[in-house]
């Protein structure tokens, strides 16, 4: 920020907390302290970052009051010109981000955006074709019988996506999660020795299966995927192929990845959220082929209620900076910050799954140091590392204590940090992991929960941090 930015954006905030604390004081302390809390520590949540003041502010406004459900120009409601607007500019900036053909910034979360586009298939490919061999324009004309038919056809589809322990999401076919109940679904890992996508495997399982949607993208995969190929999959077996780039669309926006590996060119429907790698507020955007557009348009009410109009207007301001020079800069930075940070940990005698990195995240197996994930989450945020346990792929530990830890680079990198910071990062960690223990059970035996970190390590780290964060202040020049 320039130091007229951060004067502007410090009266704003100075003066909104005074106002705040006028009705409830708690919570404009606890948003002091989140701002103290997270400058004082190394955030390295792969699906973390900071926004900009410009976003931040833009979601307290009045926007915030307007019932818009609908489209732009087809609104529920009177009075939403404003809103047109708004939304107008937002699906303009990300088709012209993306390269894509139809933008959607309706969706509330990354969820949202995939419920949207779920259903937005199941209606494009299911819906339109029963309709017509029903002999009816709308679904407002069937009768029982007839929608008996219908429900049946959409709870008869299937869905293909990555497993979760091999790096997918809970939306791509998690038995627990509403994508496993809409769907009959199976999913596809990664080959059992190099950890990486088998795309023959893939397509085999694809042939056998049929299924009407082929998810690609991932939350926890350190690698990038050749859309290119997925799509040729899918269109082998007749499926659409959706691909979810929440974690990774600031490298698709700032043109890191390219070619095969940026899949607007190559999916029929894009979706993702607006944080994460591509630094905007919390919320999500569909992105679409013209054919599906229509289908997408019905995101409100088929799934979402109201659009948050004020949110809306935060994604059009991140993606106005996205669509930047520098914001390329940025996500190149990510990307080789990534590399620096596996570089750090393999030289030190860590495990990463896949042995690397090639996207903003690593994964380390922390097993080899006698740890379960939820030991070293734990551990690392004692030292003030901030990170997430995740699993590993065939993770022994199951999905709540987990054999992994995941790191990110977007937030740090968003701070400055550079190679050498990253480094030198991996080398706190390890000196962590490699100082911590299982705290035995009531039995006496190693337990999965609980740590016991070595005297003095949690202090030594803290302190060799203090020195990296106060060289690369956060939101620098902002006083509250």
């Not at 905030?13 to 989140?34: D, K, T």
């Not at 009959?184 to 049929?210: M, N, W």
Request: proline share 5%; net charge negative.
């Amino acid at each position: 920020m320039s130091d007229t930015t951060s004067q502007l954006a410090s009266t704003a905030y100075q003066s909104a907390l005074q106002v705040i604390e006028g009705v409830e004081p708690r919570i404009a302390g606890a948003i002091r302290s989140e701002l103290t809390d997270q400058r004082e520590s190394l955030k390295l949540i792969a699906s973390e970052n900071y926004a900009s003041p410009a976003v931040l502010l833009t979601m307290g406004n009045w926007l915030s009051d307007k019932y818009a459900e609908g489209t732009v120009g087809h609104r529920f409601y009177a009075g939403c010109q404003n809103v047109d607007t708004v939304e107008s500019v937002a699906a303009e900036h990300a088709r012209e981000l993306f390269g894509a053909e139809y933008a959607y910034a309706q969706p509330h979360s990354g969820i949202d955006a995939n419920l949207v586009a779920f259903w937005s298939i199941l209606a494009h490919r299911v819906e339109t074709p029963a309709l017509a061999e029903a002999g009816v324009k709308s679904m407002n004309d069937l009768d029982e019988d007839a929608w008996e038919v219908l429900r049946k056809k959409f709870g008869e589809q299937r869905m293909l996506g990555m497993s979760l322990d091999a790096g997918g999401h809970l939306t791509h076919g998690f038995r627990p999660n509403i994508s496993g109940k809409m769907f009959h679904q199976r999913s596809y890992g990664t080959d059992p020795e190099t950890q990486l996508l088998d795309y023959d495997a893939v397509a085999a399982q694809a042939r056998e299966f049929k299924p009407l949607i082929l998810i690609a993208g991932y939350s926890a995969y350190p690698r990038r995927v050749n859309f290119a190929k997925m799509r040729e999959i899918a269109d082998e077996v007749g499926a659409t192929l959706m691909v979810d780039m929440a974690h990774f669309a600031g490298l698709v926006a700032g043109k890191v990845f390219t070619g095969d590996e940026d899949p607007v060119p190559h999916a029929h429907v894009v979706t993702t959220t607006t944080h994460k790698s591509l630094r905007g507020p919390r919320g999500g955007l569909v992105l679409a082929t013209e054919e599906y557009a229509p289908s997408v348009d019905r995101g409100c009410p088929m799934v979402l209620g109201g659009p948050l109009s004020h949110m809306m207007a935060a994604k059009a301001v991140a993606l106005a900076e996205a669509r930047t020079p520098e914001f390329q800069t940025y996500a190149q930075a990510v990307a080789d910050n990534a590399k620096a940070l596996a570089e750090g940990f393999t030289s030190r005698g860590a495990t990463l799954v896949t042995g690397g990195t090639d996207n903003h995240l690593v994964l380390v197996d922390v097993s080899a140091y006698g740890l379960t994930g939820r030991q070293a989450e734990s551990a690392l945020l004692e030292a003030g590392v901030v990170t997430n346990r995740n699993s590993v792929p065939n993770d022994p530990n199951g999905a709540w204590y987990t054999s992994g830890v995941r790191l990110g680079t977007p937030a740090l990198t968003s701070r400055g940090f550079a190679a050498a910071d990253f480094d030198r990062v991996a080398e706190l960690i390890v000196d962590v992991l490699s100082q911590t223990t299982p705290a035995p059970t009531k039995s006496g035996a190693p337990g999965k929960a609980k740590h016991i970190l070595a005297d003095g390590v949690a202090d030594r780290v803290r302190a060799a941090s203090a020195e990296m964060l106060q060289t690369h202040p956060l939101y620098p020049g902002l006083e509250l």
